[in-house]
């Protein structure tokens, strides 16, 4: 697998999900929805400043950030998101979700990591090291959390109770039933 992103500390996916298990119960603790498709906008929106008051969610028009559908800026608590992806993720489209999903996941994931951002001039390294590889894998795990997914029997189901894009639910299928 070719590396997407920099190197960052090693992480398991059981690393990760630990990680996204604890960012789900803070964010309950404000009332974010636990179970089924969360509402990460209402997240961002709503209970994140309450878990960290000094996060700061930029929606900026598409031709600002022309080679991104967002970033985020962990040192800073500062996520920027084009507009078309927060209005897609808004209406419930399953793609802008996992990107801002993707997108708490560097906030999470690489507090302390000064560059975390794709590029083309990081070093080769292992999957696990891989900033984008693990912003995903928290995507998967915070909006297909293991407890719920771990019983269902179709990618159809996940699809459809998570409010996910058919390859994202495909692939969290093919990885439950590995385990």
Known sequence: MQ????????????????????????LAVFGAKVT?????VELLDV????????????ILEDCELPNDYARTYPES????????????ARSGNPRDRFTLAHELGHLFL???????????NSP?????EDSEWQADTYAAEFLMPMDEVK????????????????????????AIKKR
């Open 110 to 120: 690489h507090q302390g990591v000064t560059a975390y951002a794709r590029s083309e």
């Open 124 to 128: 080769p390294h292992k999957v696990y």
């Open 3 to 26: 590396n997407r992103g920099h190197k960052v500390p090693p992480m398991s996916c059981n690393d990760i999900r630990n990680i996204s298990e604890m960012t789900s119960d803070l």
């Open 77 to 88: 608590s500062l996520m920027q998101v084009r507009e078309s992806v927060y209005e897609g």
């Open 36 to 40: 089924g498709a969360r509402n990460i």
């Open 47 to 58: 209970q994140l400043p309450q878990l960290m008051p000094g996060f700061t969610l930029q």
């Open 151 to 174: 019983s269902i029997r179709s990618h159809v189901e996940i699809m459809l109770r998570f409010n996910v894009s058919e390859m994202a639910a495909q692939r969290r299928f093919r």
